[in-house]
């Protein structure tokens, strides 16, 4: 069942309890006043019959001592026919309770006789011939005598009028359910539409549509539900498209593997089978065995780095605040004897958060790229002479931390090949960066190691003017 059916339904049955109840309270209330009034009329009344009856009583001739019966019928059917409208009804009995006298029509028992004496008076209330009477019965003293005069009250229209007052009453909650009923369920489709509008977005987005949001209509809890509805998707949505990325990159990772790996291997199967079945002369064989072993080099750097990848991606690195001058001092050792550029380190003295072995390699991969980019024969004709075959390794404090930039004056990189070259197996010459034992993973490892540590490669370059690799490193402990 609907939601919002079952809210009109529940509205209904307390709606429905509280009319019954008030309806029923109220008629009841008004019905027991007017039957409390007309019993007080009908006690009042036969009060002023005993006494009129009394009072008659002194007007018997002398000759009498006692009350006789005769009399007693004649004073009873004078009273009788003094009643508004016709005639009322009474009764009257002597000492004994025995009935001296009956009005036609009163039909009622003697029930009451017996419950009254002479200090009492008493009432019920009955039922005769579908019509409702109030019953009385006091104590006539009269003329030595003690009788007993019962009177019947019609009250049956304070019940017709109970009756009509339920009739009425129910007829006015049936049209108040009925109205009360359209209402709600305006009411109810309002309250349930950001429900509506959750469900729908669910179902689109669990048919794949992950870009669809659910309307907020309200301020209030479930408008707030559809907010964090809404927050939550679009983590999901972020998440998936990650994982969408990650997922292609892969993809993209094993095409290019499987490429990388097919051309060192095809030369070194096609040299190694023209070794194994022609006799070849020295110097071709020399050659053959050349391409096998800087073929097979280049593969086995190749797996080196992939190696290197695998694990920055997968090991928690060992981070800690390590002074800047050390790593440089380490990188001017390592490239002291490397005459083909003339590399100048200049850094400014500061204590970084890193793990000083990834950075490392970060930077020889850096440098030895812009040494390679700087090579004479690299295409440098017409470039300054001063700066020709100039690296610059540079280290300076940065308002957000620390920066580290690597510059050279060569080649430099088109601009539409810049986003790409970070990519594993990128090389935008491929075949001169082959011909230097290169596969394009270089870089690609060094993004990985700057993601430990929370920074990432910036690169600016111009084709034929140089280009800058740089990043930043935090200035303090900023482990998560
Ligand atoms: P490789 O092992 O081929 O050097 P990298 O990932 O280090 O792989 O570099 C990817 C490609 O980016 C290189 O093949 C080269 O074409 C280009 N590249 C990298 N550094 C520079 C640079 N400083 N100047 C010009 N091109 C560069």
């Known amino acids: 069942m609907k939601f919002s059916i079952k809210l009109v339904l529940s509205t209904m049955i307390v709606l429905a309890l509280a009319l019954g109840f008030s309806g029923f309270y109220f008629v009841n209330y008004v019905f027991e006043t007017s039957l409390d009034r007309e019993v007080g009329q009908a006690l009042d009344e036969s009060s002023i019959l005993s006494f009129a009856f009394e009072t008659a009583a002194l ?3 002398l000759k009498y001592s006692v009350l006789p019966d005769s009399v007693v019928e004649e004073i009873a ?21 025995n009935i001296l006298y009956t009005s036609s029509g009163f039909t009622s028992d003697e029930g009451l006789l017996p419950q009254t004496d002479q200090h009492t008076k008493s009432y019920r209330v009955i039922r005769a011939q579908d019509r ?5 019965c006091v104590s006539i003293n009269a003329l030595n005598r003690i009788l007993y005069l019962e009177t019947m009250k019609d009250v049956t229209e304070v019940f017709t009028e109970r009756a009509l007052g339920f009739s009425l009453y129910r007829k006015v909650t049936v049209v108040m359910l009925l109205t009360g009923m359209v209402v709600m369920l305006f009411i109810a489709s309002l309250l349930t539409k950001p429900i509506r509008l959750l469900t729908q977005a669910t179902r689109k987005m669990a048919a794949g549509d992950y870009a669809y949001r659910a309307r907020q209509v309200s301020r209030d809890e479930l408008g707030q539900l559809t907010g964090d509805f809404n927050r939550m998707a679009n983590a999901l949505e972020e998440n998936i498209c990650k994982l969408e990325e990650e997922i292609e990159a892969r993809e993209e990772f094993m095409g290019a593997f499987a490429h990388e790996l097919k051309t060192p291997l095809t030369a070194i199967i096609g040299y190694a089978d023209m070794l194994r079945s022609h006799k070849l002369d020295e110097e071709k064989s020399i050659m053959s065995a050349n391409y096998i072993y800087t073929e097979g080099k ?3 750097t190749m ?12 090991e928690e690195a060992q981070m800690q605040e390590a002074p800047v001058g050390e790593l440089f001092a380490y990188l001017r ?3 002291a004897e490397k005459k083909e550029a003339d590399i100048r380190f200049v850094h400014e003295e500061a204590v970084v958060w890193m793990e000083a072995n990834l950075i490392k390699t970060v930077l020889v991969n850096l440098i030895d790229n812009a040494c390679k980019a700087s090579e004479t024969g690299a295409g440098l004709e017409g470039t300054d002479s001063d700066t020709a075959g100039v690296v610059e390794v540079t280290g300076q404090k940065a308002e957000n ?5 690597v510059r ?6 088109p601009e539409a090949e810049q986003s790409k070259i970070i990519k594993a197996f990128y090389m935008v010459d491929k075949s001169r960066a082959r011909s230097k034992n290169g596969a394009g993973l270089g870089l690609a490892l060094c993004a990985e190691i700057l993601k430990i540590h929370h920074s990432e490669l910036q690169i600016e370059s111009k084709e034929g003017e140089g280009s800058c690799f740089s990043f930043i490193l935090a200035p303090c402990r900023c482990k998560d």
Do not use: C, W
């Open 401 to 405: 931390g620390y920066r580290i930039s």
């Open 298 to 300: 280049r593969l086995e």
């Open 132 to 136: 409702f009477y109030v019953h009385t």
């Open 303 to 314: 797996s080196f780095r992939l190696l290197d990848i695998i694990v920055a991606k997968q």
């Open 333 to 335: 050792e390592m490239f």
């Open 408 to 413: 050279d004056y060569g080649i430099g990189i």
């Open 59 to 61: 007007n018997v001739p």
């Open 77 to 97: 059917s004078k009273l009788e026919m003094g009643g508004q409208g016709g005639g009322r009804l009474l009764r009257i009995a002597d000492e004994e309770k």
